[in-house]
């Protein structure tokens, strides 16, 4: 199992230099993707001493740096969150075509599980499969195409990451690596667009739901999955809130993301916290990221119970899923 890359990084209380990237690594500052405003207020200091240029691993989906974040700022006019200065567009494109992931395997039954149970609500709202088409952008090594293949949609992926691509091709799952830019389906071609996980990498989220819009077919849903940066337990731990990551661009809430679908042009019909099925054993190596001492008695406990390829289901309440539909 990885651990946490203190070849590359240093916390502040390792009597690292203060927050200086510039001289390793090109930042730029930017405007507010939601409302174009530049009126943001600093909210989490960046955490980041050293990055080196092409360093994929925290683009990772398993990567463990928790705490480790550029400033994460709020737009004083419509309340976006957002990483501010951050990595160039060219800069992210190039990690995430670069990025391993081999650990993700290892959780790919809980991750189907997961996948299985976000389709089974989803039909809820959209109807039955029935060879209708879904596209899953950021799709990984496919395990929501392959899910989703399962249930009866006509489902194949996008996904920028050479790896998970090739990985993915040798399960026999149609994932096509590029992105909604590089690779656009037809204008109005799709009955459902998933992004799980996804939408908070974006540099530009707000143009990425509009590309989403144009490839939908009147009527047809675009499905969100994140995290929601006002949620109780997101409040409740501030800085050490585990989700503020390297690779996050944007920290959404459910009013700041129904608003950008709503500027996308779609209707936002249903706001819910769904969460995820987890094994045991996976779960200890992310309690390990932050506190190894529980993660030590947990794993003793798993290990003596024989319960570490156990899947279980975790709701915590700050990953929300968004139903947008795309007017008739
Ligand atoms: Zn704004």
Not at 101 to 117: A, I, K, N, S, V
Request: some cysteine; overall charge neutral.
């Amino acid at each position: 199992m990885r651990n946490s890359p203190s070849k590359t990084y240093a916390r502040p209380e390792d009597g690292a230099r203060p927050f200086e990237m510039d001289s390793l690594l090109k930042l730029e500052h930017v405007r507010c993707n939601l409302c174009g405003a530049d009126d943001a207020q600093l909210i989490f200091p960046g955490t980041l001493h050293e990055v080196q240029k092409g360093d994929w691993e925290p683009f990772q989906c398993t990567y463990p740096g928790y705490g480790h974040h550029l400033p994460v700022v709020q737009c004083q006019q419509c309340g976006l969150r957002y990483t501010n200065p951050r990595f160039t567009e060219a800069e992210i494109l190039a990690r995430y075509e670069d990025v391993e992931d081999p650990t993700y395997l290892e959780q790919l039954p809980g991750r189907l599980l997961t996948f299985g149970m976000r389709l089974r609500h989803l039909e809820r709202f959209t109807g039955p499969p029935a060879g209708r088409k879904l596209l899953d952008i950021g799709a990984h090594v496919g395990g929501c195409v392959r899910a989703a293949n399962a249930r009866g949609w006509d489902a194949y992926g996008l996904e920028p990451g050479r790896w998970a691509v090739a990985t993915a091709r040798r399960g026999g799952l149609d994932v096509r690596q590029g992105t909604l830019q590089t690779n656009p389906p037809a204008p109005e071609s799709l009955d459902v667009v998933t992004l799980w996980d996804v939408i908070e990498h974006y540099i530009d989220p707000l143009h990425e739901a509009r590309d989403c819009a144009q490839v939908l077919k009147p009527g047809g849903w675009l499905v969100v999955h994140t995290m929601d940066c006002e949620a109780l337990l997101a409040r409740l731990m501030g800085k050490r809130w585990p989700w503020l990551m390297e690779m996050h661009m944007h920290y959404f809430s459910r009013r700041t993301l129904a608003a950008l679908l709503e500027a996308a042009g779609f209707e936002v019909k249903h706001i819910f916290a769904e969460g995820r099925f987890i094994r045991l054993d996976y779960l200890i190596t992310r309690i390990a990221a932050f506190s190894p001492p529980l993660a030590a008695v947990g794993q003793k406990l798993i290990e003596a119970l024989g319960l570490g390829e156990r899947a279980i289901k975790i709701n915590t309440g700050d990953l929300i899923t968004v139903y947008a539909r795309k007017p008739e």
